[in-house]
């Protein structure tokens, strides 16, 4: 069964950081395509970063224009887990945060609210 579980977010300054996680269960990222994708207040899903595996230890990672530069994805192949290291947040990175087996969100876990404000 897959579970996805997020955790790490909270209230932060703008200018701040915080690092979500994502414990996995069910099946492992070392083979598995992931994704963080985010959903403000009334607003659709939206995609932020993919990291693709080439072979078991290496992987490529992409990320959406609105946060290229500032968000870094990475997993840990023996912890099954997935983070999303996110730096100088702004207002607008206010949302609701999953990871997800696929790009549209469809599967995703609870997510974990972040919230950036002074």
């Known amino acids: 069964q897959v579970q996805l579980v997020e955790s790490g977010g909270g209230l932060v300054q703008p200018g701040g950081s915080v690092t979500l996680s994502c414990a996995v269960s069910?099946?492992?990222?070392?083979?598995?395509?992931m994704h963080w994708v985010r959903q403000a207040a009334g607003k659709g899903l939206q995609w932020v970063s993919t990291?693709?595996?080439?072979?078991?230890?290496?992987?490529?990672?992409s990320y959406s224009e609105f946060v290229k530069g500032r968000f870094s994805m990475s997993r840990n192949i023996g912890k099954n887990m997935l983070y999303l290291q996110m730096n100088n947040l702004q207002p607008e990175d206010t949302a609701l945060y999953y990871c997800?087996?696929?790009?549209?969100?469809?599967?995703r876990g609870q997510g974990t609210q972040v919230t950036v404000s002074s």
């Open positions: 997800s087996t696929d790009r549209a969100g469809t599967t």
């Open positions: 990291t693709t595996p080439h072979g078991i230890a290496a992987f490529s990672t």
């Open positions: 069910g099946f492992g990222v070392s083979a598995s395509e």
